[in-house]
């Protein structure tokens, strides 16, 4: 449930967004295991997982009034809402931008298996290595933004003099599944077409 302090919260400390009202936070604690991880790895299993997370629910539509908050010109690309037929504009999320970020940097990792397929990895090595940049940018950007002051701890290991990070650790997260499930809603579908 979104109470009104966590919205008043959202609103004061985030960039403007119609999503705001999705916002709920939630306690987790990071579990950095790969092993049975369903988006580590390469195949056509994790290119779903990762479709789910990031590609799935498509862009959003927003209200011509919603345009002006956001303060993006009213020249942007317009469309109309998919259920009423308003007139607005198509919009997409950082987070799910953020994510297909991640899942690129994860492919580029796999190239044996990915590089076959085509899609970005059929365009060159220079225009794959112009978007990487592009993702490694948007996502260091995004780090600094958020600046996750969680804190981990340290353990050594019988035989090893350098210390090994304890990365299970506790955080303070927006449920995903509510902004995901709010971008589904508003959903007007996707502009471009998955090639793998």
């Known amino acids: ?69 956001l303060g993006m010109p009213e020249t942007s690309l317009k469309v109309h809402h998919p259920q009423t037929g308003e007139d607005g504009y198509r919009v997409g999320m950082e987070a799910f931008h953020q994510l297909h970020c991640i899942n690129l940097l994860r492919r580029v990792t796999y190239k044996e298996y990915y590089e076959p397929l085509g899609g970005e990895f059929g365009k ?30 340290f353990y050594m290991i019988d035989g090893d003099p350098l210390a090994w990070p304890e990365l299970n650790s506790n955080h303070v997260c927006r449920n995903f599944d509510r902004v995901r499930q709010w971008a589904t809603e508003h959903s007007v579908g996707n502009m471009e077409i998955l090639s793998s």
């Not at 306690?27 to 056509?44: C, D, E, M």
């Not at 994790?46 to 919603?66: F, H, L, N, P, T």
């Open 1 to 69: 449930m979104v109470r009104s302090s966590t919205l008043k919260h959202v609103r004061d400390f985030s960039a403007w967004s119609p999503a705001a009202t999705a916002i709920q936070y939630q306690s987790v604690k990071y579990n950095i295991s790969t092993k049975g991880n369903r988006f580590v790895g390469a195949g056509p299993k994790v290119d779903q997982a990762w479709r789910e997370i990031s590609y799935d629910m498509g862009d959003q539509w927003i209200s011509k009034a919603d345009i002006r908050k």
């Open 124 to 153: 060159g090595p220079e225009e794959l290595q112009k978007h990487t940049d592009h993702c490694i940018e948007v996502l260091r950007l995004n780090t600094q933004c958020n600046a996750d002051i969680g804190l981990f701890t």
